[in-house]
Protein backbone atom coordinates (compact mmCIF):
# COMPACT_ATOMS: atom_id res chain seq x y z
CA UNK A 1 0.00 0.00 0.00
CA UNK A 2 2.74 2.38 -0.91
CA UNK A 3 2.13 3.27 -4.40
CA UNK A 4 -1.14 5.48 -2.54
CA UNK A 5 1.23 7.80 -0.24
CA UNK A 6 3.17 8.20 -3.17
CA UNK A 7 0.20 9.77 -5.81
CA UNK A 8 1.17 13.49 -6.99
CA UNK A 9 0.79 14.51 -10.36
CA UNK A 10 1.77 17.83 -11.29
CA UNK A 11 -0.13 19.04 -14.34
CA UNK A 12 0.44 22.22 -16.18
CA UNK A 13 -2.48 23.60 -16.82
CA UNK A 14 -3.93 25.85 -19.84
CA UNK A 15 -5.66 28.98 -18.97
CA UNK A 16 -8.03 30.54 -21.23
CA UNK A 17 -10.13 34.17 -21.43
CA UNK A 18 -13.39 33.54 -19.99
CA UNK A 19 -16.27 35.18 -17.61
CA UNK A 20 -15.37 36.69 -15.11
CA UNK A 21 -16.86 35.17 -11.14
CA UNK A 22 -15.01 37.87 -8.88
CA UNK A 23 -14.29 41.29 -8.75
CA UNK A 24 -10.74 42.60 -10.22
CA UNK A 25 -10.07 39.12 -12.00
CA UNK A 26 -9.10 39.07 -15.49
CA UNK A 27 -9.12 35.39 -16.15
CA UNK A 28 -9.65 32.24 -14.75
CA UNK A 29 -7.90 28.73 -15.14
CA UNK A 30 -10.28 25.59 -15.07
CA UNK A 31 -10.06 22.25 -13.59
CA UNK A 32 -12.46 19.81 -14.37
CA UNK A 33 -13.98 17.21 -12.55
CA UNK A 34 -13.14 14.63 -15.25
CA UNK A 35 -9.64 14.97 -15.32
CA UNK A 36 -9.44 14.18 -11.29
CA UNK A 37 -11.00 11.05 -12.25
CA UNK A 38 -9.08 10.17 -14.73
CA UNK A 39 -6.20 10.19 -12.40
CA UNK A 40 -7.86 7.38 -10.04
CA UNK A 41 -8.36 4.93 -13.11
CA UNK A 42 -4.75 5.62 -14.08
CA UNK A 43 -3.62 4.49 -10.67
CA UNK A 44 -5.40 1.15 -11.29
CA UNK A 45 -6.95 -0.88 -8.37
CA UNK A 46 -6.36 0.66 -4.63
CA UNK A 47 -6.51 -2.14 -2.33
CA UNK A 48 -5.00 -2.74 1.17
CA UNK A 49 -4.11 -6.11 3.53
CA UNK A 50 -4.04 -5.32 7.32
CA UNK A 51 -5.02 -8.04 10.88
CA UNK A 52 -7.95 -7.36 13.00
CA UNK A 53 -8.41 -8.98 16.38
CA UNK A 54 -11.92 -9.32 17.94
CA UNK A 55 -12.70 -11.09 21.38
CA UNK A 56 -10.99 -13.98 20.77
CA UNK A 57 -10.46 -14.43 16.81
CA UNK A 58 -6.76 -13.16 15.00
CA UNK A 59 -7.38 -12.67 11.46
CA UNK A 60 -6.63 -11.09 8.69
CA UNK A 61 -8.66 -8.54 6.31
CA UNK A 62 -8.52 -6.96 2.58
CA UNK A 63 -10.77 -4.37 0.83
CA UNK A 64 -10.85 -2.46 -2.31
CA UNK A 65 -12.18 0.89 -3.60
CA UNK A 66 -14.47 0.05 -7.01
CA UNK A 67 -15.28 3.12 -8.70
CA UNK A 68 -13.12 6.26 -6.10
CA UNK A 69 -14.10 9.49 -7.49
CA UNK A 70 -13.88 13.07 -6.57
CA UNK A 71 -16.68 15.07 -6.82
CA UNK A 72 -17.34 18.73 -7.21
CA UNK A 73 -20.21 21.15 -6.13
CA UNK A 74 -20.46 24.75 -5.27
CA UNK A 75 -18.17 25.31 -2.62
CA UNK A 76 -17.51 21.47 -1.93
CA UNK A 77 -15.66 18.48 -3.08
CA UNK A 78 -16.60 15.00 -1.89
CA UNK A 79 -14.91 11.61 -1.90
CA UNK A 80 -16.86 8.80 -2.92
CA UNK A 81 -16.26 5.20 -3.07
CA UNK A 82 -17.51 1.80 -2.43
CA UNK A 83 -15.05 -0.63 -0.69
CA UNK A 84 -15.54 -4.57 -1.33
CA UNK A 85 -14.10 -5.72 2.60
CA UNK A 86 -13.77 -9.64 2.70
CA UNK A 87 -13.02 -10.33 6.54
CA UNK A 88 -12.59 -14.27 7.65
CA UNK A 89 -15.53 -16.13 5.53
CA UNK A 90 -17.78 -12.32 5.52
CA UNK A 91 -17.68 -10.55 2.12
CA UNK A 92 -19.89 -7.31 1.91
CA UNK A 93 -20.31 -4.26 0.03
CA UNK A 94 -20.01 -0.60 1.35
CA UNK A 95 -20.49 2.76 0.11
CA UNK A 96 -17.60 4.83 1.16
CA UNK A 97 -17.99 8.91 1.58
CA UNK A 98 -15.28 11.63 2.65
CA UNK A 99 -14.51 15.04 2.45
CA UNK A 100 -11.92 16.86 -0.21
CA UNK A 101 -10.24 19.96 0.32
CA UNK A 102 -9.23 22.48 -2.55
CA UNK A 103 -6.77 24.87 -2.25
CA UNK A 104 -4.17 27.19 -3.72
CA UNK A 105 -0.99 27.86 -2.36
CA UNK A 106 0.40 31.13 -3.92
CA UNK A 107 3.93 30.19 -2.81
CA UNK A 108 4.18 27.18 -4.62
CA UNK A 109 1.58 27.88 -7.24
CA UNK A 110 0.19 24.45 -6.41
CA UNK A 111 -3.22 23.74 -6.39
CA UNK A 112 -3.99 20.95 -3.56
CA UNK A 113 -5.93 18.87 -4.10
CA UNK A 114 -6.22 16.55 -0.64
CA UNK A 115 -8.37 14.03 0.46
CA UNK A 116 -9.10 14.79 4.40
CA UNK A 117 -12.10 12.52 5.58
CA UNK A 118 -13.02 8.72 4.16
CA UNK A 119 -14.06 5.72 6.60
CA UNK A 120 -15.93 2.97 6.25
CA UNK A 121 -16.46 0.38 9.19
CA UNK A 122 -15.01 -3.32 9.04
CA UNK A 123 -17.49 -5.37 10.52
CA UNK A 124 -17.46 -9.32 11.02
CA UNK A 125 -20.26 -11.68 11.30
CA UNK A 126 -19.86 -13.28 14.91
CA UNK A 127 -22.00 -16.22 15.92
CA UNK A 128 -24.97 -15.01 12.84
CA UNK A 129 -24.55 -11.36 13.98
CA UNK A 130 -22.77 -8.69 12.16
CA UNK A 131 -20.23 -6.88 14.55
CA UNK A 132 -18.35 -3.64 14.55
CA UNK A 133 -14.73 -4.43 14.91
CA UNK A 134 -13.01 -1.06 14.08
CA UNK A 135 -13.01 2.04 11.38
CA UNK A 136 -11.38 1.92 8.16
CA UNK A 137 -9.53 5.28 7.53
CA UNK A 138 -8.28 6.10 3.89
CA UNK A 139 -6.84 9.15 4.63
CA UNK A 140 -3.53 7.31 5.54
CA UNK A 141 -3.23 5.88 2.15
CA UNK A 142 -4.02 9.20 0.35
CA UNK A 143 -1.03 11.92 2.58
CA UNK A 144 -0.27 12.68 0.03
CA UNK A 145 -2.12 15.47 -1.94
CA UNK A 146 -2.93 15.88 -5.70
CA UNK A 147 -1.05 18.42 -6.75
CA UNK A 148 -1.50 20.83 -10.35
CA UNK A 149 0.30 23.65 -11.41
CA UNK A 150 -1.08 26.83 -11.02
CA UNK A 151 -0.95 30.35 -13.37
CA UNK A 152 1.37 32.44 -11.89
CA UNK A 153 4.41 30.39 -13.40
CA UNK A 154 2.55 31.83 -17.18
CA UNK A 155 4.00 34.67 -18.94
CA UNK A 156 4.12 36.00 -22.35
CA UNK A 157 5.71 39.00 -23.87
CA UNK A 158 4.21 41.02 -26.60
CA UNK A 159 5.96 42.88 -29.20
CA UNK A 160 3.95 46.26 -30.59
CA UNK A 161 5.27 47.81 -33.64
CA UNK A 162 4.89 51.27 -33.40
CA UNK A 163 4.40 54.00 -36.69
CA UNK A 164 7.65 55.29 -35.56
CA UNK A 165 9.63 52.29 -36.56
CA UNK A 166 10.09 51.52 -32.60
CA UNK A 167 8.70 48.10 -31.05
CA UNK A 168 6.74 48.59 -27.26
CA UNK A 169 7.42 45.18 -25.51
CA UNK A 170 4.96 44.02 -22.95
CA UNK A 171 5.15 41.77 -20.52
CA UNK A 172 2.06 40.29 -19.14
CA UNK A 173 1.71 38.39 -16.14
CA UNK A 174 -0.61 36.54 -13.18
CA UNK A 175 -0.97 37.61 -9.86
CA UNK A 176 -3.21 37.67 -6.94
CA UNK A 177 -4.69 34.07 -7.94
CA UNK A 178 -8.00 33.12 -5.97
CA UNK A 179 -9.58 29.71 -5.87
CA UNK A 180 -13.24 28.90 -6.08
CA UNK A 181 -14.89 25.58 -6.39
CA UNK A 182 -17.84 25.48 -8.99
CA UNK A 183 -19.94 22.44 -10.00
CA UNK A 184 -17.67 20.05 -11.65
CA UNK A 185 -14.84 22.30 -11.80
CA UNK A 186 -12.04 23.58 -10.23
CA UNK A 187 -11.76 27.74 -10.86
CA UNK A 188 -8.67 29.47 -10.22
CA UNK A 189 -8.63 33.33 -11.06
CA UNK A 190 -5.91 35.92 -11.25
CA UNK A 191 -5.89 39.59 -12.06
CA UNK A 192 -3.01 40.35 -15.26
CA UNK A 193 -0.27 42.76 -15.07
CA UNK A 194 1.54 44.42 -17.95
CA UNK A 195 4.71 45.24 -18.03
CA UNK A 196 5.92 48.04 -20.22
CA UNK A 197 9.45 46.99 -21.08
CA UNK A 198 12.09 49.55 -23.01
CA UNK A 199 11.20 50.57 -26.17
CA UNK A 200 13.71 49.56 -28.80
CA UNK A 201 14.09 49.97 -32.45
CA UNK A 202 12.55 47.69 -34.86
CA UNK A 203 13.94 45.90 -37.74
CA UNK A 204 13.12 47.29 -41.02
CA UNK A 205 12.84 44.19 -43.61
Known sequence: MTFQKKIICTFLLCFFMNSIWAQNQDFSLTLKESVLNKMFKAIGEIH???????????????WTLINPQIKLHHNKADFIADAKVTISDYNYLIHVSGNVEIC????????YVEIE?????LNIMFFGKIRHVKDIDLTKYFETPLTFEGPLSVGTEIVFDMPDKTQKRIY?????CGVKIAEKEILVTAEMEFLNKETTKSVTK
Request: proline share 9%.
Open 117 to 121: EAKFP
Open 172 to 176: MHPLN
Open 48 to 62: GTSTYSFMFIDGTYD
Open 104 to 111: YEPTTNLI
